[in-house]
């Protein structure tokens, strides 16, 4: 069975510094993608970075960056320059064979 | 584009009634999908759909159904609604197209529906 681990209920970050969100996985599939998903009050899921599995390089999107271990199961999100904006539920999120597999978030606050 | 539609927004069922919850998407999605989300939890696929007329099961099916009659729409059926259905449903789509190494399936959510079940 595929499972994703998001180990930190609550993040909190002040404004413009980093914080690093943490994504642990199993899975059995070679061939499979990681995402990153946003969640604001408005509760509209938001894609922020995806990696494919087969990729080595480690994904970037703006001040968004992953840190993609694939023998350790690990994706980690690095958020840079922390904004208000930011602040949300985020989500890690597995997909193979046609199934999306969920942690279960780490809410970020943002500390102006 | 629409994106994808869900319809009502929020709902209040009483124990034992039935309802449908509407979904539908504008951009020629194969896929489809529901997840319902609870408080402390990710989301949880509840059933998916290929292409017209194929569905399956994903992992917390017991109490819904679905079908898949066209490409742009996916209702979910509640056909007696109980309390532990109370949750947040989201419907998303997906292009199926995976045969090309580097293409990835990013999928586009709906606004949500959120069911109380009294």
Redo the contacts between chains.
Sequence with gaps: AQT?T?SQ?EMSVQEAETVTLSCTYDTSESDY?L?WYKQPPS???I?VI?Q?A?KQQNATENRFSVNFQKAAKSFSLKISDSQLGDAAMY?C?L?GN????????TKLIIKP | NAGVTQTPKFQVLKTGQSMTLQCAQDMNHEYMSWYRQDPGMGLRLIHYSVGAGITDQGEVPNGYNVSRSTTEDFPLRLLSAAPSQTSVYFCASSPLDRIERGSYNEQFFGPGTRLTVL
């Design positions: 994703v998001q209920p993608y995402f509760r509209q899921m894609l995806r494919e087969y989500f999120a997909e046609y199934q999306l597999i969920w942690g279960a978030g």
